[in-house]
């Protein structure tokens, strides 16, 4: 099946430091990924649909200068958090569809991430 | 826009016994797709099942099978013959609308298999 990896799964760093999140997918080719940050106990939020080629559209709300998006390929994807602030520590976790309208999303293994 | 509803936020049930856990949601597209993911305490989502809106059969996979109510708009997943390891969030998904590909969840519903 197809597999997505995430690293790192988990990083500490201080505020305003900034912060790269990798998602490759392994056995498969996704031109658009997804993005989605999930609070404690709460459901996953879409971020940003993040296309091979081209720049991310972000969800309304979501800033785009603090979270970077950058898909240089077809099998890898990057989210960075510039300047990061406590608020931002949270679990996000990306995801890529696989071939087929059909297809569900196959999801990374997520970062949890803590801004101290 | 889409929503999806799952108003149970905690389910018990005891090991080897049936759940249901519900899903309702709300479109105004013809064509969409229902999912259901579930993801364990550490944090990974695993796909369980798809049921598509024009799939006039209800989806199985294994132990899973989704109880789909196309006038009713709902979408429930029927999980038999509960095992310890099915504990975890389990999370109602939907995509709609042509040419989208990125799923809208519901808020989840945190399954507890006692022993």
């Known amino acids: 099946g197809a597999v997505v990896s995430q690293h790192p799964s988990r990083v ?3 505020s305003g430091t900034s912060v790269k999140i990798e998602c490759r997918s392994l056995d498969f080719q996704a031109t658009t990924m ?3 940050r999930q609070f404690p106990k709460q459901s996953l939020m879409l971020m940003a649909t993040s296309n091979e080629g081209s720049k991310a559209t972000y969800e309304q709300g979501v800033e785009k200068d603090k979270f ?3 898909h240089a390929s077809l099998t890898l994807s990057t989210l960075t958090v510039t300047s990061a602030h406590p608020e931002d520590s949270s679990f ?3 995801s890529a569809m696989g071939t087929g309208v059909n297809s569900p999303l196959h999801f990374g293994n997520g970062t949890r991430l803590t801004v101290t | 826009a889409q929503k999806i509803t799952q108003t149970q936020p905690g389910m018990f049930v005891q090991e080897k016994e049936a759940v249901t856990l519900d899903c309702t949601y709300d479109t105004s597209d013809q064509s969409y797709g229902l999912f259901w993911y579930k993801q364990p305490s550490s944090g990974e989502m ?3 099942i798809y049921q598509g809106s024009y799939d006039e059969q209800n989806a199985t996979e294994g132990r899973y099978s989704l109880n789909f ?3 009713r708009k709902s979408a429930n997943l029927v999980i038999s013959a509960s095992q310890l390891g099915d504990s975890a969030m389990y999370f109602c998904a939907m995509r709609a609308g042509a040419g989208s590909y990125q799923l809208t969840f519901g808020k989840g519903t945190k399954l507890s298999v006692i022993p």
């Open chain 1, 92 to 94: 996000y976790i990306c």
């Open chain 1, 12 to 14: 500490i760093c201080k």
């Open chain 2, 69 to 71: 109510q196309k006038a």
């Open chain 1, 68 to 70: 970077l998006i950058n």
């Open chain 2, 46 to 48: 695993i796909f369980l």
């Open chain 1, 34 to 36: 997804f993005w989605y």
